[in-house]
């Protein structure tokens, strides 16, 4: 079962299906070998500085940093594959999600991202 991302600061539907990852392998794993893209949501048990990697991913993607309270603290747009990003600020809530998204639900820094249909 997905999980839907809302963009609540502007009332827009980021994602409709996206996939909650809770293991450490999957969050290690994150889009790695994947061909097409997806959204994958990844949570930590507390605030942390969480770097992206995009070896092994074949397609440019679009990912969000979340701080406790579900504010986009940090925003990358078309983060190409084979390059690393290490956000400047912490956070618990990372999404990654196909290249585009971010500009389409016109999401920036300090929106508040909400969640349901938590499996």
């Given at each position: 079962m997905?999980?839907t991302?809302?963009?609540?600061?502007?009332?827009?539907?980021?994602s409709s299906?996206?996939?909650?990852?809770?293991?450490t392998?999957?969050?290690?794993?994150?889009?790695?070998?994947t061909?097409?893209?997806?959204t994958l949501?990844m949570?930590?048990s507390?605030?942390?500085?969480?770097?992206?990697h995009?070896f092994?991913?074949?397609?440019?993607?679009?990912?969000?940093?979340?701080?406790?309270?579900?504010s986009?603290?940090?925003?990358?747009?078309?983060f190409?594959?084979f390059?690393?990003?290490?956000?400047?600020?912490k956070?618990v809530?990372?999404?990654?999600m196909?290249a585009?998204?971010?500009r389409?639900?016109?999401?920036?820094?300090?929106d508040r991202?909400?969640?349901?249909g938590?499996?």
């Open positions: 997905g999980v991302i809302k963009n609540r600061t502007k009332g827009m539907v980021i299906c996206a996939d909650v990852v809770s293991s392998i999957g969050k290690a794993k994150g889009l790695m070998f061909f097409r893209p997806v949501v949570r930590f507390s605030p942390r500085i969480v770097s992206l995009m092994f991913v074949f397609h440019p993607i679009d990912a969000l940093w979340l701080a406790e309270d579900g986009v603290v940090e925003a990358l747009e078309w190409r594959p390059s690393i990003h290490t956000p400047r600020s956070a809530t990372v999404i990654e196909p585009g998204t971010i389409k639900s016109n999401t920036h820094v300090g991202i909400g969640f349901s938590h499996p």
